[in-house]
Structure formats: structure tokens, C-alpha cells
């Protein structure tokens, strides 16, 4: 969508700090005592977390909430599972969702039932229809269950994603909405459960929204969670499609439910919900997971920050620029550095191969803030100490500081 002369001009200064705001980076974390009502606020500005099995740091769907509520208990994500405040299922990738979204997502369950996301599965459910029936019916009458417990293989496993037709049937059922999964805590494996045993009655007896209806919401969703996207930003945030959502976006606009405005150096029109606040400051402190919602998004933060961001972690070592697993680290409005972080929980140590500053920032004051920041994460893990290493223009401060009393 092109900038049309009547659309209100955006700094990008004002940009970014919507955009954070949104997040949940414009309060302070919490002093004291952290439980429940903290993660349901996070909850309200995110819209969702991604789920990740990397465990470098920590599983990373545990970083979100270390972002932006600082130490806390890390049992906040499995006991709101549990009590069925949250649910797994594929939004931006597998996701922790709120339990009332499980409506809104029924018609990407009836598209896997068509073929059209994971065709393979629905190849492999109907190639094997007794299989798929019998797995079914142990999950529904006595379950819950785990991929091992319907395992079908013979031969020894392939690739990472070579799964046997028990799991690809068990995946297909999930895929599709017929089941339900929630994580075991020991190894991270999906828990297959019947429907009934995670969410309440009236979710399930909720009506069903029509496509576009659940489109709609989801577009409206993602504007709040963003505070200022473009197009592509609102679509990219529950993972559907600029050119399936362009008409309910135009809709929406023309409702009133949408304002487009232009962003200073932008190419592409915005959209912010009616009386969006600007504003005045932001001032953050937060170590980001690879997978925070908030950077996700690669050509967005390139045009909200100027950080050029890319995942390491499949690229083979000798050519990874930054090392291994490496987190944006916020400071005030701005993505100031990122720093290599790896947890070594045998010896008690967070490890820091490598930290990096970005262009015109004051080293000594980001120094200083990102081992504070370190230290507050070693502390929320249970680790003892922080060990740098010599990568990158910030290492050096950096090692002065976590030897310093």
C-alpha cells in the first residue's frame, strides 16, 4: 500500500517507542513479587509467545517474560498451561497462546485438515486410516500420550525431522484440532491429551468463527501487539499473508478500526489502532531472545532500529560473524549491541563468547548496563558467575566489570 497525502507523518523516534511500548518495554519490571497477574500483562501486549526447543540459555519461550519482568519464577508458562489459562498450537510458529484463542484458530485447523499447510501429514493420515483411527481413539479415551508410546519404527531414525507414522499421525490430529498437546517438562516433548482434559467447555462449545471473521481479529490483534506495522508487519505476526489480509486491512481502515500513517524513511503505508499513544521516552533494559516478538521479524527491525539481525545457530562455525546463540540487547529506545550467551549449568557459569556494540554508542555506559543485565540473568538461572570471553569490542570492558566486587 502506497502513502496517500492525508496520512499523518510518524517519526521514526516515535515509531520506535510505539513499537516498544506495545511490547511492554515502557513500564518498569516489577520489584517485588512476581506471579501470575505479571505474565497475563505480558500476555496482553505480546498476543502470543514462540516456542523453541533451543536450550542454550534457556528453552526461549522463557526469555520473553525474563525481557520484560526481570527475575521471576520460571514456572509461570507451565503452571498458566496447566491451568489452562494457555495453549500450544502453530500461530508464529508452535506458540503459547491464550486459551481464548483457540476459536480463532479453528480455520487453520480445517485448512491442515485440506491439505494446505503440511500436506505430507494428510498424505500419511490417509495412507494409514486404522493407524490414524486407533491413535486417535487412545489419545480421546486414554490418554494423554507420547509420541514413544505409538512408536512405529523399526529402523534406526534419519534427520531431526524424520519422524515415524505413529508421531506423524499424532502430529496430524494435533495439526488439525482433533487433539490437543501440552509439553513434559523433563525432556520438552509434546504430551498428546484429548481436548477435553486441557480446554474448559465453554471454549470448546464457543462458536466458530467464519475465516474471515477470525482474520479480522487476528489483523486487529497483531496492530495492537506491533503499535506501528506495516502490511507485511501485521501479517507476519500470526503468519498469514499480505495478499489474504490486504482487503480485510483496506475494511478495516474504512471502519475506522485502522489509521494509516507514514513513518519517517519508510517506503510502505503503516497502520496504528485510533488514538495511539506516542510516547515521550522509553527506557528499557532487556537481553531479547532470537524468537522475542519483538525482533522476530527481520526487515522490520532493520527499518524500526537499523539492526541487522540473523540466527547463527544453523550456520556452520567458521562462518558465523557473532557466534552461536546471540541476543539483541535493548538499552533506552535503541538495539545498542548482542552479546553471545551460553548457560553452563554443570559449572555454574553464564558464558559470554562473544559481545558486540553497535555503531555510535557510549561503550563504558553499554558496558556496564549489559553486565548488569547479565548478572540479573545469571541470578534469575541459579548461576553463580559470569565469565566473558574475547570476541567482539565489548568483551573487554565487559570482563573488567564481571571481575570487578
Request: charged share 25%; glycine share 6%; net charge positive.
Amino acid at each position: 500500500m502506497s502513502p496517500s497525502p492525508s496520512q499523518t507523518d510518524v517519526s521514526l523516534a516515535s515509531a520506535k517507542r510505539i513499537a516498544l511500548a506495545a511490547q511492554g518495554f515502557s513500564t518498569p519490571r516489577p520489584t517485588g513479587r512476581v506471579d501470575r497477574r505479571h505474565l497475563r500483562k505480558v500476555i496482553d501486549h505480546v498476543g502470543l509467545i514462540q516456542i523453541d526447543s533451543v536450550n542454550v540459555v534457556v528453552r526461549s519461550q522463557e526469555l520473553p517474560l525474563f525481557s520484560r519482568l526481570g527475575n521471576h519464577p520460571r514456572s509461570l508458562i507451565p503452571d498458566a498451561t496447566n491451568n489452562a489459562e494457555l495453549f500450544e498450537y502453530w500461530c508464529h510458529e508452535a506458540s503459547h497462546l491464550p486459551i481464548g484463542m483457540q476459536p480463532l484458530m479453528r480455520w487453520r485447523m480445517e485448512q491442515a485438515k485440506r491439505g494446505e499447510m503440511w500436506g505430507g501429514l494428510v498424505r500419511a493420515a490417509k495412507k494409514n486410516p486404522k493407524l490414524l483411527n486407533e491413535i486417535r481413539d487412545r489419545v480421546q479415551n486414554d490418554g494423554p500420550i507420547v509420541a514413544g508410546d505409538v512408536k512405529t519404527r523399526t529402523g534406526p531414525k534419519g534427520s531431526w525431522w524424520d519422524w515415524d507414522t505413529g508421531k506423524a499421525m499424532l502430529e496430524y490430529l494435533f495439526w488439525t484440532g482433533e487433539i490437543t498437546a501440552r509439553r513434559r517438562p523433563s525432556d520438552f516433548a509434546r504430551v498428546y491429551h484429548a481436548l477435553h482434559d486441557v480446554f474448559p467447555a465453554h471454549i470448546l462449545k464457543a462458536k466458530t468463527p467464519t475465516e474471515d471473521e477470525a482474520r479480522r481479529e487476528l489483523v486487529l490483534r497483531a496492530a495492537k501487539s506491533v503499535g506501528i506495522g506495516t502490511l507485511s508487519d501485521l501479517a507476519d505476526y500470526h503468519r498469514q499473508t499480505p495478499t489474504r489480509i490486504r482487503q480485510i486491512v483496506k475494511d478495516l481502515v474504512e471502519d475506522g478500526e485502522l489509521e494509516q500513517v507514514r513513518v519517517e524513511g519508510w517506503r510502505d503505508t503503516a497502520f496504528v489502532l485510533p488514538n495511539t499513544v506516542q510516547p515521550r521516552s522509553v527506557n528499557a533494559r532487556a537481553l531479547l531472545s532470537p524468537f522475542d516478538s519483538l525482533v522476530w521479524c527481520r526487515p522490520r527491525i532493520e527499518r524500526l532500529f537499523n539492526f541487522h539481525y540473523r540466527i547463527e545457530i544453523y550456520t556452520p562455525a567458521p562462518k558465523r560473524i557473532y557466534g552461536y546463540y546471540v541476543l539483541p540487547f535493548l538499552l533506552g529506545d535503541s538495539l545498542v549491541a548482542r552479546v553471545d550467551v551460553k548457560a553452563d549449568r554443570k559449572e555454574g557459569v553464564l558464558l559470554v563468547p562473544g559481545a558486540y556494540s553497535e555503531p555510535n554508542v557510549d561503550i563504558a555506559y553499554v558496558a556496564a548496563e549489559l553486565m548488569a543485565e547479565l548478572k540479573l540473568m545469571a541470578t534469575w538461572l541459579g548461576l553463580h558467575t559470569v565469565r566473558v570471553g574475547t570476541n567482539g569490542d565489548l568483551s573487554r570492558p565487559l570482563s573488567k566489570l564481571a571481575k570487578a566486587k
